[in-house]
């Protein structure tokens, strides 16, 4: 076998020291809020602390299948980690009940990805109640989407809907630290 030919410069050599990549701040984790559904909503905390919010919409268009709002979907959260410099939590909003048969199969549908792509990117994911975000934000566990969004305004955000103001409340729920959770 060949000697190792890649030998540690000696300590007098030129050139300019070997530097270490900055260190990241562990303060702030960036952690990603969703309301799962066709209309999505997302909050995002930025590991500056900062927070961004919207809706993503994954329905499908006439000539496609019912899964590619799922494909959408996957490709999207692999988007939001890659342009936040990486995820290291995501909190959902749990739905243990729903209006139809339609909407149970779809949100099932976005859970199983959501939770497929946490577990292949090694990301913590946790679910949390309606009635928990819901007494978070307004005091009520059985908040109307009106309240929702008002107590949402109130702390100052601009959500364009409930699913907006759903994942908002979520996140500032999860990065609340005096419930436990920053």
Known sequence: MAPA????????ASGPPIALPPAISLAHHAVLALDLGTTTGWALRSRDGGITSGTMTFKPTRFEGGGM?????????????ALSGGVARIVFEEVRAHAGTDAAHIYGGFLGML?????????PYEGVPVGTIKRYATGKGNADKAKMVAAIRARGFAPADDNEADAIALLLWATDSTVGRA
């Open 69 to 81: 709002r799922f494909l959408r979907f996957r490709a999207w959260l692999a988007e939001v980690a």
């Open 5 to 12: 030919t890649l030998t540690m410069p000696a300590a007098h």
């Open 115 to 123: 939770s497929a792509w946490c577990e292949e990117h090694d990301v």
